[in-house]
Structure formats: C-alpha cells, structure tokens
T-cell receptor
Framework: EAGVTQSPTHLIKTRGQQATLRCSPI?????VYWYQQALGLGLQFLLWYDEGEERNRGNFPPRFSGRQFPNYSSELNVNALELEDSALYLC????????????FGPGTRLLVL | QQPVQSPQAVILREGEDAVINCSSS?????VHWYRQKHGEAPVFLMI?????EQKGHEKISASFNEKKQQSSLYLTASQLSYSGTYFCGTEGRTGRRALTFGSGTRLQVQP
C-alpha cells in the first residue's frame, strides 16, 4: 500500500513569491494535516482538512492557506513568502471518522532566499 | 502549549534501556509517539488514548498517566535501528486533531 506522497521534494523561492505544495493521502484516508518543521524545531500544526473542509487551523498567519480536493489530495499555499518560512513541510493523513493515527509523508523542503 | 520532553538527548549502547518522558500542562485526550530519522518522515510508533492504558510493540512500549498529563516511552534492549529523534504529539481536546509536538529527544544507539 502506497504511503503519503508529497511534491515537490524541494522548492526554492525568493521573498514575496508564492509556493504551492501538494499532498496525496494514503488510499482510503479522508483527513489531511499539514505541519511545519523549521530547522532545529519541533513540528508545528498548520491545517487539518477532512471531507473537503478546513476543520482546524494552527497559529499561522492567513497567508498560509490550503484546500482539499474531491479525491482527498491537498494543496498548501504560502503567499508573500518570508525568509522564516524556510522549513520542512510535512503532510499527514488519517482515516478520519475518529481514527486519530496520523501517517506522515516525506515532506517538501522549502527554501526562501 | 508545547509538551516538554526529557531528556533532550541520550546515548546508549546496544542492549541498554531508555525512557523518554513527555509532560503537558493541559489535560490530554491522546498522546502520539513518533520516531524520525535524519532526512526522513516521522514514523508512527503508537497512540495512547485517555484511560491510562499502556501499549507495547516488541521492545518499545508506552504508558499514559492522564492524571499527571504525562506519557513515557520505554525502549528495552535497544538496537542500532532505534537511533533517531523521538517526538511526542499531544491532543488536548477530542475532535480538534491538532497535535502539539514536543521538541524531541535525540537518541543515539552505539555498537
């Protein structure tokens, strides 16, 4: 069974640009989560989507946004990039409907210059 | 509020045991344990739900004391493959799914 996949693996942008990160959950999973892992720091919760709806949001500015598509894949958009947005962005998925175990993808490493 | 993990780092010899602790200042609904190797995604180890249960998988087990809002991860007879950074993720209120992760415990197992 394929795990959570993310693309691209690496992304280099300059300040002020926009970045789009993509995630495909494990087949059958309806919930998708996004986390930011800055260098040397723990994982910070960004967003949770389930059945196409944003269910919860972490303490991040509105320029971090996303969506979930009918096939349950998800996009994370980061507008007006800042240097401190450089981090590993991890996507996780779970079965939804009360199944809490989150399985992580390999991440997208975003570098903002 | 971010849970506090201790110790921050530990070095073991193969076959030795280790305990990693995770403490929260808020009431917990669940505790999730992950291991992350350098450059890789966090790998799920186990989840403990409110109820004070203890779980185990081979030589890795964990406990959850909801009264103390603490969880401990027990690694027995450590193997080289156990090396990595261990994170606990806590969920403070059912239904919100936002895991708050500790800063991690770096474990290195040496031959």
């Amino acid at each position: 069974e394929a795990g959570v996949t993310q693309s691209p693996t690496h992304l280099i942008k300059t300040r002020g640009q926009q970045a789009t990160l993509r995630c495909s959950p494990i087949s059958g999973h309806t919930s998708v989560y996004w986390y930011q892992q800055a260098l040397g720091l723990g994982l910070q919760f960004l967003l949770w989507y389930d059945e196409g709806e944003e269910r919860n949001r972490g303490n991040f500015p509105p320029r971090f946004s996303g969506r979930q598509f009918p096939n349950y894949s998800s996009e994370l958009n980061v507008n007006a990039l800042e240097l401190e947005d450089s981090a590993l962005y991890l996507c996780a998925s779970s079965l939804g409907a009360g199944q809490e175990t989150q399985y992580f993808g390999p991440g997208t490493r975003l570098l903002v210059l | 509020q971010q849970p506090v993990q201790s110790p921050q780092a530990v070095i073991l010899r193969e076959g030795e045991d280790a305990v990693i602790n995770c403490s929260s200042s808020k009431a917990l609904y669940s505790v999730h344990w992950y291991r992350q190797k350098h450059g890789e995604a966090p790998v799920f180890l186990m989840i403990l739900l409110k109820g004070g249960e203890q779980k185990g998988h081979e030589k890795i087990s964990a406990s959850f004391n909801e009264k103390k809002q603490q969880s401990s991860l027990y690694l027995t007879a450590s193997q080289l493959s156990y090396s990595g950074t261990y994170f606990c993720g806590t969920e403070g209120r059912t239904g919100r799914r936002a895991l708050t992760f500790g800063s991690g415990t770096r474990l290195q197992v040496q031959p």
